[in-house]
């Protein structure tokens, strides 16, 4: 029997003392945690590294999408959204993620969505889920605007100002420009890539080895198989097990640093380029 390393996280004790007496019917759970914001979410997925994560949307501060944005990819795991609040495309969760539960949650769902979790996770493990989350959010957020199949104008000093240092996002009939010195992390998704700048996520289709050739080497150190950082928003090195160690960035931002790419920061911290 598959045993999922399960984490939950709602801000209403009520609900997770509701779900938690749910899940202990399931003897393929087994709880690791709770938290009640998205902050400390965040940082229990990075220490517990549970298997499956039952997350509520709507949350003061990190809600359950930025949660899942400031994952890395290699560390996401799967995802059951929760949700009160039927507005949200649900269609795209049961198409995308895991699973989604409408609160109030009842047996028969919290039993179908660890179904889905046990089925998907061997896939999870070799491909990562947080793409096909990704991609669920992108639904979600462009659900209400009209597509268009035009191809997208490029302005001839958006080319100029990526050789000043600069990314180019392209979404549907807008182009965002962000500047390399803003850029925190970027952490690759698939056929995306997820800059974070300023407190948000731009999500870029790239590849990371695509991206790579845009950033400043400088600036920009790989960290892990699918994560690079920004040096200069290092503020902590946290050592950790196995030679490996975490960086922290902002207040929510913590990176693992795998043992094949630690020389870099060594190399950073020293001194050296």
């Known amino acids: 029997m598959i045993k999922l390393k399960t984490l939950i996280v709602d801000d209403e004790p009520l609900a997770l003392k509701l779900l938690q007496a749910k899940l202990r019917k ?5 709880i690791v945690g709770q938290c009640s914001n998205g902050r400390e979410a965040i940082s229990a997925i990075m220490d517990l590294a549970p298997d499956l994560v ?15 944005k400031n994952l890395q990819s290699d560390v996401a795991p799967l995802i059951v959204f929760t949700t009160a609040y039927e507005q949200y495309a649900l269609d795209a969760f049961d198409v995308h993620a895991v699973d989604y539960i409408l609160k109030p949650i009842d ?14 996770l061997v896939t999870a493990q070799s491909e990562g889920s947080k793409s096909s989350i990704l991609g669920a959010i992108d639904v979600i957020h462009h659900n209400s605007q009209t597509e268009t199949s035009m191809p997208i104008a490029t302005p001839a000093n958006v080319i100029e100002q990526k050789v000043e240092a600069k990314v180019v996002i392209k979404d549907r009939d807008e182009i965002t420009i962000l500047k390399q010195s803003d850029v925190e992390w970027v952490d690759a998704a698939g056929d995306y890539v997820c800059l974070h700048a300023k407190g948000q996520t731009h999500i870029k289709r790239s590849t990371l080895k695509e991206l790579l050739t845009e950033l400043d080497e400088n600036l920009f150190k790989r960290v892990h198989r699918s994560t690079i950082v920004n040096l200069n928003f290092i503020k902590k090195v946290i050592p950790h097990t196995k030679g ?9 931002e913590k990176i693992k640093v795998s043992r094949n790419y630690k020389d870099a920061i060594k190399h950073f911290l020293a001194g050296e380029q």
């Open 54 to 68: 039952f997350l509520d949307i709507q949350m003061p501060g990190l809600n359950g999408f930025d949660v899942v």
């Open 107 to 120: 047996d028969e769902r919290v039993a179908r969505a660890i179904k889905r979790a046990e089925q998907r």
């Open 26 to 30: 399931n003897p393929e759970i087994e």
């Open 244 to 252: 490996e160690f975490f960086l922290q960035l902002g207040e929510f």
